[in-house]
Every structure is written in structure tokens, then in C-alpha cells.
């Protein structure tokens, strides 16, 4: 029994228990140290949908919600904060059913003092869906094209980029004969949107993209033909959803999808077009795609929906 002198007296306990031999003693483990005394740091993929600051919570039978929590659920089932009319001077809320005017007669006066630009069609209403307003797209359904007059911004600006980008073995560069802006519906725009907005950090990137062109392009104004086995007609009237002979997608080294060229001369390898016209045809497009994804310089870039990218320019070139 152990005894203990303390200022002269003697303390002796009940007993003392000794530690146990050390071949028996277990050496705690060190693979898990410390993982008792700290909270892991919560992936992307933990954190809320709405504020995206806190972790999602997670029920105590495991189930995770996709909110951190009941404000933050409201917020995200409420949308976007609404703002004010889009008129200089109205505090009114302005409303998606009147392009972000609160009224009608709010989005006419905006067009009438230059605040918005008016309606192709009526030059009444402000435009809401490429150079159209609500009421005129609704009464044209369906892609449109618009013949660029070549001294017009937009023109100049994508003629000048084709031309930059271009970067074949051929050392002489093409020539830009005529530009169609195509103007796609707003399903096509609003599905293009949501693709982009459930990307973790999005950017929009210019490629071009080419088939087989039987029609004749460029030479009767800016129509599309109705023959399903034309490769540029058909994508861009379905937005990329149906090709030649309805194919519903390209077939390349990544499988099926949609492959597109940031390099115009690797997209004209594939372009075929008609003896009744003089130009070959290639589409520049709108494409989506994640911050960190490479994009090729000298090979096609894989898409996997046709949500990723839209037509944008239909191009009549000479090489």
C-alpha cells in the first residue's frame, strides 16, 4: 500500500491502483489524430444552394436538405429580389410579363425617349427576345435570321474575330461575304441560361461548327431551307437538338454530342456546300463551358447537350 507525507502527516488511501503491465497497455491510434478536435471544412458540394457560405442541414436520421436553412429556403423559393421598372425615374416593381417595365405604356415611353431600343417589327414596344418585343415574338415563332449589313458593328466585330482565329496551313485567309445574325427563340435562350447557371463557375466562349450545306445559302436572302439532309439548315433551325437526316447528335472520340472548333479552319474541313452557291457556310456559335475546362486551339471541343450552345451567326465565306 502506498502511503503519502504531506507537512508531516501521514495520508494513507483506501488503495492505489497500479497501471497495467506495459506489454498490455494500447498505444492509441495515430492514423485518425486529432479528428476528434476539429469540424471537417465542408466540400463545394455541402454548402447551401442559396447562400452557398454554410453546410446544408442534415437531418439527425441523415437526410441533408438543400438549404443551410428555413430563411434561406424562402429566399430561394421567393427568386430573384424584383427591381424597379426600367423606366428612368419609376419606382415601381418591374415585371418579366412587361420586359422589365411595370407596364406597357412604361415600356413604350422608354422606346419613345431612347431608353430602350424598340421592336424590329412593330418599332412600338421594347425588344425582349433578340430584336423583338414579347407581342412580336409570339406572333413569329421559330429561328429568324437577319441579313448584317457589313458596315454594321456586329459584322465587322465577329468578321474580324473569324479572321483572327483562322489558322490553317494554307497561309491565305478567307473572305467573309455575307453575315446572318440568327435570333433563337426564348425557350432556346432560357434553356442555354439554366445550363450555364448550374455550372460552378460558367464562361461563354465563341466556337464554330460546320456540315454539309446542300441549299443554296446567301443567295436568296436569309432563309433556311426545309431539306432534312442539310447539315447547316437543320442545326440551326432545331438549335443543335437535330442534325442531317435527324441525327440527334455528332459521333467523335468522346462519344456522342456536339463537337465545335475554336479554330474556324479545323471547322471548314467539314463544310460541303452546294454548286448553286458561291460560299461556303459555317455557323459561329455561342458555347458554355466551365472555367476550368481546356478549350483545344488544334482539336474539336465535346459538348454533351445541346443546352450548351447556341447558334449564333451563320457565316458565307471564300476560300
Given at each position: 500500500?502506498?502511503s503519502?507525507?504531506?507537512?508531516?502527516?501521514?495520508?494513507?488511501?483506501?488503495?492505489?491502483?497500479?497501471?497495467?503491465?506495459?506489454?498490455?497497455?494500447t498505444?492509441?491510434s495515430?492514423?485518425?489524430?486529432?479528428?476528434?478536435?476539429?469540424?471537417?471544412?465542408?466540400?463545394?458540394?455541402?454548402?447551401?444552394?442559396y447562400?452557398?457560405?454554410?453546410?446544408?442541414?442534415?437531418?439527425?436520421?441523415?437526410?441533408?436538405?438543400?438549404?443551410?436553412?428555413?430563411?434561406?429556403?424562402?429566399?430561394a423559393?421567393?427568386?430573384?429580389?424584383?427591381?424597379?421598372?426600367?423606366?428612368?425615374?419609376?419606382?415601381?416593381?418591374?415585371?418579366?410579363a412587361f420586359?422589365?417595365?411595370?407596364s406597357?405604356e412604361?415600356?413604350?415611353?422608354?422606346v419613345?425617349?431612347?431608353q430602350?431600343?424598340?421592336?424590329?417589327?412593330c418599332h412600338?414596344?421594347?425588344?425582349a427576345?433578340?430584336?423583338?418585343?414579347?407581342?412580336?415574338?409570339?406572333?413569329?415563332?421559330?429561328?429568324?435570321?437577319?441579313?448584317?449589313?457589313?458596315?454594321?458593328?456586329?459584322?465587322?466585330?465577329?468578321?474580324?474575330?473569324?479572321?483572327?482565329?483562322?489558322?490553317?496551313?494554307?497561309?491565305?485567309?478567307?473572305?467573309?461575304d455575307?453575315?446572318?445574325q440568327?435570333?433563337?427563340?426564348r425557350?432556346?435562350?432560357a434553356?442555354?441560361?439554366?445550363?450555364?447557371?448550374?455550372?460552378r463557375?460558367?464562361?461563354?466562349?465563341?466556337?464554330?461548327?460546320?456540315?454539309?450545306?446542300?441549299?443554296?445559302?446567301?443567295t436568296?436572302?436569309?432563309?433556311?431551307?426545309?431539306?432534312?439532309?442539310?447539315g447547316?439548315?437543320?442545326?440551326?433551325k432545331?438549335?443543335?437538338?437535330?442534325?442531317?437526316?435527324?441525327?440527334?447528335?455528332?459521333?467523335?472520340?468522346?462519344?456522342?454530342?456536339?463537337?465545335?472548333?475554336?479554330?474556324?479552319?479545323?471547322?471548314?474541313?467539314?463544310?460541303?456546300?452546294?454548286?448553286?452557291?458561291?460560299?461556303?457556310?459555317m455557323?459561329?456559335?455561342?458555347?458554355?463551358?466551365?472555367?476550368?475546362?481546356?478549350?483545344?486551339?488544334?482539336?474539336s471541343?465535346?459538348?454533351?447537350?445541346?443546352?450548351?450552345?447556341?447558334?449564333?451567326?451563320?457565316?458565307?465565306?471564300?476560300?
Open positions: 500500500m502506498l503519502i507525507t504531506c507537512r508531516g502527516h501521514v495520508i494513507e488511501p483506501a488503495s492505489c491502483t497500479l497501471p497495467p503491465p506495459i506489454s498490455s497497455f498505444m492509441p495515430l492514423l485518425h489524430w486529432g479528428s476528434r478536435q476539429k469540424t471537417p471544412t465542408p466540400v463545394q458540394n455541402d454548402l447551401c444552394d447562400c452557398g457560405q454554410k453546410p446544408k442541414f442534415i437531418e439527425p436520421g441523415g437526410s441533408r436538405h438543400a438549404y443551410c436553412s428555413r430563411s434561406c429556403a424562402k429566399k423559393a421567393q427568386g430573384p429580389s424584383p427591381s424597379a421598372c426600367a423606366l428612368r425615374g419609376c419606382r415601381a416593381t418591374g415585371k418579366a420586359s422589365d417595365f411595370c406597357d412604361h415600356g413604350k415611353q422608354a419613345a425617349l431612347g430602350a431600343k424598340g421592336c424590329d417589327a412600338e414596344f421594347p425588344r427576345s433578340g430584336d423583338l418585343c414579347l407581342a412580336c415574338d409570339r406572333k413569329f415563332p421559330g429561328v429568324r435570321l437577319k441579313d448584317l449589313a457589313s458596315t454594321s458593328a456586329a459584322y465587322n466585330d465577329l468578321r474580324v474575330q473569324f479572321m483572327s482565329e483562322w489558322d490553317g496551313l494554307n497561309a491565305v485567309r478567307p473572305k467573309v455575307k453575315i446572318f440568327i435570333v433563337v427563340p425557350d432556346i435562350r434553356r442555354h441560361d439554366a445550363y450555364r447557371s448550374k455550372q463557375v460558367p464562361r461563354e466562349i465563341r466556337v464554330f461548327h460546320s456540315a454539309q450545306c446542300i441549299c443554296d445559302m446567301g436568296k436572302g436569309p432563309v433556311l431551307c426545309d431539306f432534312k439532309s442539310c447547316i439548315c437543320r442545326v440551326v432545331s438549335s443543335f437538338n437535330e442534325f442531317a437526316f435527324g441525327e440527334k447528335f455528332n459521333i467523335g472520340r468522346f462519344g456522342e454530342g456536339i463537337y465545335s472548333y475554336h479554330n474556324p479552319s479545323l471547322a471548314d474541313a467539314h463544310a460541303t456546300s452546294a454548286t448553286s452557291t458561291p460560299y461556303r457556310v455557323i459561329a456559335c455561342d458555347a458554355s463551358v466551365s472555367v476550368e475546362s481546356e478549350v483545344p486551339d488544334e482539336e471541343l465535346f459538348l454533351p447537350s445541346a443546352d450548351a450552345i447556341v447558334p449564333a451567326f451563320i457565316i458565307m465565306y471564300s476560300v
